[in-house]
């Protein structure tokens, strides 16, 4: 009678064990499915994240190709500004010639003034000395003289005015040349001041590319260890289900074998949920028999 209690006592226990067991299987089904959704939004996550560094690295690639045009632009500007600054020398020594043939002009004028004036003085002499047919006589003299004078006051004139004229179209296509150097030098000066935001604009895109570099490479780590914990819920399943599918045989066989005890991993949870099963309304020294029967079995 004791044995028969004994043993439906014992197919009891066992049937609760299988109940618990089954209970562990489901929160561990519903940890793996939790952990499976965890690691399927991470994996939207790390493609979100791929698909920014591709943008960023486009943006990159696009910012460093235009970094390149504007070197090649600044090298062409540079180009010019050099050939102005040439060209605007050689009309500051064309304005410096032209300005020293209106001096040589200006002082031959002068010097031929000072001359038409002695010879103004002399021709008084003459004609106020001797009586009128010496007079007549030398005023063929005096007409070619001041003949003389007029042509080379004319041609002085003529002379100065044109160098005045050369001079003044020199200086107007320097300041043409002016122009142009200030308005090439702006053009620099806005190309040198764009290639710096752009250079600006690369480092921040390498900033950003860095900080989503590691955002990814802590996503990937994270679904890494989900996965290898998944791995493991799912072998501790196939472990359960084998151990509960031999648990099975034996009672349709009526025989249960004793097992020596191997440690697994989780037998620390496994025991505990065991015990909250069976003896959770126990004293702590019931929980400890509880205990001790399963380690038994």
């Known amino acids: ?26 929160a561990r089904a519903d940890q793996i499915s939790d952990l499976e959704d965890e690691v399927s939004e991470n994996e939207k996550k790390y493609d979100k994240i791929q698909k920014e560094l591709d943008e960023l690295e486009k943006a990159k690639d696009n910012l460093e190709n235009y970094i390149s045009e504007l070197n090649d632009a600044t090298a062409q500007i540079e180009a010019v500004l050099d050939d102005l600054e040439l060209q605007i020398q050689q009309k500051d020594n064309q304005i410096k010639d032209a ?13 031929q003034y000072e001359n038409m004036k002695l010879r103004i003085k002399y ?14 006589e030398r005023m063929e003299y005096v007409s070619a003289i001041t003949e003389y004078d007029k042509e080379q006051m004319d041609d002085y004139k003529a002379n100065l005015l044109d160098a005045k004229n050369i001079k003044a179209e020199l200086e107007n296509e320097k300041a043409k040349l ?13 190309l040198e001041k764009t290639m710096e935001e752009a250079k600006e604009n690369i480092a921040s895109h390498k900033e950003q590319i860095d900080v989503a570099i590691k955002k990814a490479e802590a996503i990937e780590e994270e679904i890494e260890a989900d996965k290898n914990t998944i791995e493991k819920l799912k072998e501790e399943e196939e472990r359960r289900k084998q151990e509960e599918e031999r648990r099975k045989q034996e009672l349709a066989n009526g025989t249960v074998n004793k097992i020596p005890y191997q440690k697994l991993d989780g037998d620390i949870k496994r025991m505990a949920a065991i015990i ?22």
Request: glycine fraction near 8%.
């Open 178 to 190: 002016d122009t142009l150097l200030a308005d090439e030098e702006t053009q620099r000066l806005q």
């Open 276 to 297: 909250w099963c069976e003896a959770r309304g126990e004293s702590y020294e019931g929980q400890v028999a509880v205990g001790t029967v399963v380690m038994n079995r």
């Open 99 to 111: 300005q020293a043939k209106i001096a040589v002009i200006d002082k031959k004028l002068e010097i």
């Open 123 to 136: 021709l008084y002499v003459i004609f106020s000395s001797g009586n009128i047919g010496q007079i007549f």
């Open 1 to 26: 009678m004791k044995k028969r209690l004994l043993i439906k006592y014992f197919i009891m226990c066992v049937l609760l064990i299988l109940i618990c067991s089954s209970g562990m299987s489901g």
